[in-house]
Every structure is written in structure tokens, then in C-alpha cells.
């Protein structure tokens, strides 16, 4: 079945420091595949998407490139601030299916602290 | 415009007992998802409804189900509540089934529910 794997947390970071965290997929046919964020208190946040191999995504900074050979989708960010702490999850998707179920990976914390 | 909203946004409950939940969609849209989110992992997919009818269904027991209304709120139910079900609930909300690739979801804030 279908699966997303993200790296285990929490990444603690000073600011201005460069983030990777790490998402691998399982699928069958070609998903398309989404970075969520999810700030204390809140509901998920779309951050940024990819719907067909080699596209990349980018939104506040933030980027992820949708590499098929590899089924990975890191997330990178140059320079973190204290505001982008939050838990971020990796997901994909079946565009056009019968259902826009998401799958989600575990999320990871980010802390960034100043 | 209002995004999706979820009532109430916290919930305590005891072993046993019944729970429902709320969510209004964005204004025009027709389909409604639940997911579950234990604390430290991702969302579950739960239900979704479109258009009134059941569209599809996660790995979930029978305690659970919902339904949707004329105006496209819907209502997630639990019954015979168990310390496992403690979780933040979502509501997500689109305007089609099955998302276009320039379509995204829109979440609420979610009801915590703490069974103890």
C-alpha cells in the first residue's frame, strides 16, 4: 500500500541555520506529494506541493523536489527563524482518484530557538 | 470568507460514553474528510463525504461513523468511547471528490478529545 516515511524528531536548530527533513514514499503509479505544516494550537497548513516527478515546490522560503528515482521529497530551507518552528508533515496523494485521501507521514518537530 | 470550522474545540469525555463532532465546510464546498491525529503522529484518514453520500472509509471500527447534511456540515460520531480514541480530530473541506491537481484541501483547527 501506500506510505510515507519521515525522519524522526526533534530537529533543534539555531536560527539562520539550513534545514533538511528527510520524507521517503511508497506508492503505486505516481502520487503527487505535499509538505504540511502545523503550528502549536492549529489545523494543517498546505506549505508546498509537487505533482509529477522532477517538479519542485517551493513557499516561504522552503523547497522540495520531487526526485522519483530516489522516492524522496526532502524539505529544505536555507535559513530557519524561530517562527518557522512547527511540525511538519509529509503527504501524498492520488490526484483525480474517487477520494482525496491523504496519507501522511508521522511529522517532525522543528524547534528552532534564537 | 470563513474558513472550515469545527465545534466544539475541546472535548472530555469518559470511557463509554458517546461523542459528536462538528464541521462547516468553506462556503461552496460539497466534500467533508475526518482524520484522526493521535498525539505524535500523522493525520488518519477517517471518512469522506460528498454530496450527502459516503465516498470512502478508513481502517476505522463501526464505534465511528458520520454523516453529511443538506448544507454540507457534517457530523463525526463515536460511540462507546475508548482511552485510544483520545485525539485531535480534523475537518478538511474541498469542492470535489477527488482533488484536481490545482485543488487543495483546507483544514479546520481540529476538536481535542481527551477520553478518560
Known amino acids: 500500500g501506500n506510505s510515507v516515511t519521515q525522519m524522526e524528531g526533534p530537529v533543534t536548530l539555531s536560527e539562520e541555520a539550513f534545514l533538511t527533513i528527510n520524507c521517503t514514499y511508497t506508492a503505486t503509479g505516481y502520487p503527487s506529494l505535499f509538505w504540511y505544516v502545523q503550528y502549536p494550537g492549529e489545523g494543517l497548513q498546505l506549505l508546498l506541493k509537487a505533482t509529477k516527478a522532477d517538479d519542485k515546490g517551493s513557499n516561504k522560503g522552503f523547497e522540495a523536489t520531487y526526485r522519483k528515482e530516489t522516492t524522496s521529497f526532502h524539505l529544505e530551507k536555507g535559513s530557519v527563524q524561530v517562527s518557522d518552528s512547527a511540525v511538519y508533515f509529509c503527504?501524498?496523494?492520488?490526484?483525480?482518484?474517487?477520494?482525496?485521501?491523504?496519507?501522511f507521514g508521522t511529522g517532525t518537530l522543528l524547534a528552532v530557538q534564537p | 470568507d470563513a474558513g472550515v470550522t469545527q465545534s466544539p474545540t475541546h472535548l472530555i469525555k469518559t470511557r463509554g460514553q458517546q461523542v459528536t463532532l462538528r464541521c462547516s465546510p468553506i462556503?461552496?464546498?460539497?466534500?467533508v474528510s475526518w482524520y484522526q491525529q493521535v498525539l505524535g503522529q500523522g493525520p488518519q484518514f477517517i471518512f469522506q463525504y460528498y454530496e450527502k453520500e459516503e465516498r470512502g472509509r478508513g481502517n476505522f471500527p463501526d464505534r465511528f461513523s458520520a454523516r453529511q447534511f443538506p448544507n454540507y456540515s457534517s457530523e463525526l460520531n463515536v460511540n462507546a468511547l475508548l482511552l485510544g480514541d483520545s485525539a485531535l480530530y480534523l475537518c478538511a473541506s474541498s469542492s470535489r471528490v477527488g482533488l484536481a491537481t490545482n485543488e487543495k484541501l483546507f483544514f479546520g483547527s481540529g476538536t481535542q478529545l481527551s477520553v478518560l
Open positions: 462556503s461552496g464546498h460539497k466534500s
Open positions: 503527504a501524498l496523494i492520488k490526484y483525480g482518484g474517487a477520494t482525496n485521501k491523504l496519507i
